[in-house]
C-alpha cells in the first residue's frame, strides 16, 4: 500500500523544517544542495514539486542579542531579514541545478480571502507549469500574532490541499511519529484519532513554531483532502528519492476516501469560520447521507454572530461534521430555526432563499 501510495503521486509538497536549514544561526547549504538535486530526480521521473520553507526567523536571529528571546515586532524584523537571505540562497543553490526558482509570500489573510486563495492556487498552477519550483514561506514579516497562520505545518497542508497535490511530504528532524511506549516510529496511520493522537506530546524547537502536534494537524486537514502524508527526516541523505523509489521511511498517514478540492477545500479549511448550527439527526442524514441542502427546518441551535454568506460550522449532537457558506444571518436563522419553508416565505416575503446552506456549499468532514 505504501509504495502504491507513494510512487503514484505526481505532484509532492515538501516541507522543509527550520532545524534542518539553520544551525546557531547560520545556513545549512549542504541541506538545500541535497534537496535541489532530489527535485531534478523527481522531475526526471515526471512528478512536480512545490516547496514549503521555514527558516527565516531563525536566519536572521544572527543579528539578535544572545539570551534575549525576541518580541513580536522583533521576531517580523528578523523574518524580514532571513527571508531574504533565505531565498537568495534557494535560487543561487537550484540554478546550479538548473532549477528556477520563484517566491510566495503568503499570510492567513489571503488563505481566508476566497479571491486570494483561488489566485494564489493558479500562480502556483502556472509555476508548475513552466516547470519552476516555488518556494513558500508564510509572510512572517507583516503577519500579526492574531491572524498568522502560525506554523508552516498547516500551512504546508493547506498549500497541498489548495493545489491538489497528492502528497505532502514533511521533512523533520525526526524519524517519524514515535511510540514512546515502544520507542519505535509507527509506519502507518489509517485512523489518526485512534492510531496517533494519544501519542502526540506538546513541544516545538527552539527556532521553529512546529511540534509534532503541528504535523498531525496538518495530517487531518490533507487526510480529508484525499491526499497522503509523509513524516521523514530529512538529516538522511536523499530522503526524498529513497522515499519515492519505495523504502520504508518515516510514517505515512493514509489519505481518507473524501476528495475536497476547490471551493469546497476553500470552505473546509480556507474560510474563517464566523459561527455554529447545529442540527437534528434527521437533518444530519440528508445533508451526510442523501447529499440534500440543509433547510432552516432541521436547525436547533445558533452560536455566535454571523452575517449573510459567512462560513459557519455545522455541529449535531456535539460532533462537528462540516463547514458551510450560510444564506441566513444568525438573526435570521434564530427567528426561522426548525420552521418550515412555507412560513419562512410568508416572514421574509420570498427574499430568502430555502436552503441555509446550499449543498453546493457545504464540505462534510
Known amino acids: ?128 507549469n513552466w516547470h519552476v519550483v516555488p518556494i513558500i514561506n508564510e509572510n512572517n514579516a507583516i503577519s500579526i500574532e492574531a491572524t498568522a497562520i502560525g506554523d508552516n505545518d498547516t500551512l504546508a497542508a493547506l498549500i497541498a490541499s489548495q493545489a491538489q497535490a497528492d502528497l505532502l511530504v514533511l521533512l523533520t528532524c525526526v524519524d517519524g511519529l514515535i511510540d514512546y511506549r515502544a520507542n519505535q516510529v509507527v509506519e502507518t496511520v489509517t485512523n489518526i484519532e485512534q492510531q496517533a493522537a494519544e501519542l502526540v506530546r506538546q513541544e516545538k524547537t527552539e527556532l521553529g513554531t512546529g511540534g509534532m502536534a503541528t504535523k498531525l494537524q496538518a495530517a487531518r486537514i490533507v487526510n480529508e483532502s484525499g491526499i497522503a502524508m509523509l513524516i521523514a527526516n530529512g538529516q538522511q541523505p536523499y530522503v526524498m528519492t529513497e522515499l519515492l523509489q519505495g523504502a520504508n521511511i518515516g510514517t505515512l498517514f493514509c489519505p481518507s476516501k473524501k476528495n475536497l478540492y476547490g471551493k469546497k477545500s476553500w470552505i473546509a479549511f480556507g474560510a474563517d469560520c464566523r459561527g455554529e448550527v447545529h442540527i437534528d439527526h434527521g437533518a444530519q442524514v440528508a445533508v451526510c447521507e442523501r447529499g440534500k441542502s440543509l433547510l432552516a427546518s432541521g436547525v436547533v441551535q445558533v452560536v455566535d454572530h454571523f452575517s449573510r454568506g459567512d462560513t459557519v460550522a455545522l455541529f449535531c449532537q456535539g460532533q462537528r461534521i462540516g463547514r458551510g457558506i450560510t444564506h441566513y444571518s444568525s438573526t435570521e436563522l434564530e427567528q426561522v430555526k426548525g420552521c418550515q419553508v412555507s412560513y419562512i416565505d410568508k416572514l421574509f416575503t420570498g427574499k430568502l432563499p430555502a436552503e441555509v446552506i446550499h449543498r453546493d456549499n457545504l464540505a462534510l468532514l
Open 1 to 128: 500500500m505504501r509504495e502504491n501510495i507513494v510512487s503514484a503521486a505526481k505532484r509532492i509538497i515538501i516541507k522543509v523544517g527550520t532545524s534542518l536549514l539553520v544551525k546557531d544561526s547560520k545556513l545549512q547549504t549542504y541541506f538545500i544542495t541535497h534537496l535541489a538535486q532530489q527535485i531534478v530526480q523527481l522531475r526526471a521521473r515526471g512528478k512536480e514539486c512545490i516547496v514549503v520553507t521555514s527558516g527565516a526567523v531563525g536566519l536572521g536571529a544572527e543579528l539578535n542579542h544572545k539570551g534575549k528571546t525576541p518580541n513580536r515586532t522583533e521576531q517580523q524584523a528578523l523574518a524580514a531579514i532571513g527571508q531574504s537571505r533565505l531565498m537568495q540562497a534557494y535560487d543561487h543553490i537550484f540554478a546550479q541545478n538548473d532549477l528556477m526558482t520563484a517566491q510566495v509570500l503568503i499570510t492567513r489573510d489571503d488563505i481566508q480571502s476566497r479571491h486570494n486563495y483561488v489566485a494564489i492556487a493558479n500562480t502556483l498552477k502556472q509555476l508548475v
